[in-house]
């Protein structure tokens, strides 16, 4: 083997050591980035921004995958942790989903039953009243007859709101300034009440000229005195 090849057979082999050597160093790194990043797990952001109280919904979020070690021991993993959970603040586009952003609807006591009315938007429910709130329920009533005077009563105090829905047109066929005129939009509030209120909210709904809601202030009980559970005009001459 003269000069010439000895020096190829040189520069062979340290090229061949200069590959391992390369080899090696991407593996360290591949083994560096993977011991600092970790397995990747769900994760799942917020689409757009939802209101407070708001019932969640699988198609308000998007899933990503983000490793493990980068996600809060509270983020929310499966869609079905949200299943029959509500929004207990205003949760933010592009928020991750935490436990902590949730909490339980409210829920049905032993003896309580649901039931749904319809409320006139123009009462002042809207962004008033929600799940978990107190209200009293007020309903007026007009005058049989001649005899007769018109009415307004509390028909229940301390009402429990499970839920309230969407804005609704009654008369859908109406313009926007037809449906302004004559308040013909309302909103669907669910109530948890015992046998009792629930009939005297029934009814009504059916017979009242309007019902309509009092907000109660947080975290108190309301009493109404019997003498003061019906009104009339004529009782402030």
Same mark, same amino acid.
């Given at each position: ?8 057979? /040189? ?17 360290? &790194? ?10 990747? &797990? ?7 921004? /939802?209101?407070?109280?708001? !019932?969640?919904? +699988? ?13 809060? !021991? ?12 509500? +929004?207990?603040?205003?949760?933010? $586009? ?19 039953? !649901? @039931?749904? @009315?319809? /409320? ?21 009533? $007009? ?80 009493? &109404? +005195? ?12």
């Amino acid at each position: 083997m003269n000069s010439r090849q000895r020096r190829g057979v /040189i520069l062979m082999v340290l090229s061949a050591l200069c590959a391992v050597g390369a080899f090696a160093g991407v593996l360290s &790194v591949i083994r560096d980035v993977n011991s600092k990043v970790g397995p990747e &797990v769900t994760a799942y952001r917020l689409k757009s921004d /939802i209101a407070p109280y708001k !019932e969640l919904t +699988a198609d308000q979020f998007e899933q990503i995958s983000m490793p493990r070690r980068w996600l809060s !021991e509270t983020a929310v993993t499966s869609l079905s942790q949200i299943r029959g959970k509500i +929004a207990v603040t205003r949760l933010q $586009k592009g928020s991750l989903l935490q436990n902590d952003m949730v909490v339980d609807r409210p829920a049905l006591q032993p003896g309580q039953q !649901e @039931i749904a @009315i319809m /409320i006139d938007a123009s009462t002042g429910v809207a962004g008033k009243i929600d799940p978990g709130s107190r209200v009293n329920i007020y309903a007026t009533f $007009k005058a049989a007859n001649d005899k007769s005077k018109d009415e307004s009563k509390v028909i229940v105090t301390n009402a429990r709101v499970l839920d309230v829905g969407k804005l609704t047109a009654l008369d859908p066929s109406q313009s926007s300034d037809q449906r302004r005129t004559s308040a013909a939009e309302a909103v669907p509030i669910t109530f948890a009440l015992d046998t009792a209120d629930a009939q005297r909210v029934a009814y009504a709904e059916s017979f009242a000229t309007h019902v309509r809601l009092a907000l109660v202030a947080g975290g108190s009980q309301t009493s &109404v +005195a019997p003498g003061d559970r019906t009104y009339t005009l004529d009782q402030d001459k």
